[in-house]
């Protein structure tokens, strides 16, 4: 059973930076695509950012820019970066693994909360 661990989330001021990881742990295969999505309070989940086993990325346009998601494929950790925080940045940060072909599954981590305040 995959299991994602997510870590990094914190209060800061904005402005600040904070640097969110999460980890792969039970997976034996390389994992195709990685994902930060967030999720404020009364607001749907959205898309981040993503990144594909060769390194494509795609952002939401609200965070372009300030953010930036990278990957060490070896080890099955995606990263992102936070910089320029905004209070509007303030939700819980999932990640997601995932793929579609040649084999299917969706990982999701339990989230990790990001609060961007003075």
């Known amino acids: 059973q995959v299991q994602l661990v997510e870590s990094g989330g914190d209060l800061v001021q904005p402005g600040g930076s904070l640097r969110l990881s999460c980890a792969a742990s039970?997976?034996?295969?390389?994992?195709?695509?990685m994902g930060w999505y967030r999720q404020a309070p009364g607001k749907q989940r959205e898309l981040v950012a993503s990144?594909?086993?060769?390194?494509?990325?795609n952002y939401a346009d609200s965070v372009l820019g300030r953010f930036t998601i990278s990957r060490d494929s070896a080890k099955n950790i995606v990263y992102l970066q936070m910089n320029s925080l905004k209070p509007e940045d303030t939700a819980v940060y999932y990640c997601?693994?995932?793929?579609?072909?040649?084999?299917?599954?969706?990982?999701w981590g339990q989230g990790t909360q990001v609060t961007v305040s003075s």
């Open positions: 990144i594909t086993r060769v390194g494509s990325t």
């Open positions: 997601r693994f995932y793929s579609n072909y040649p084999i299917r599954y969706d990982y």
């Open positions: 039970g997976s034996g295969f390389s994992i195709n695509n």
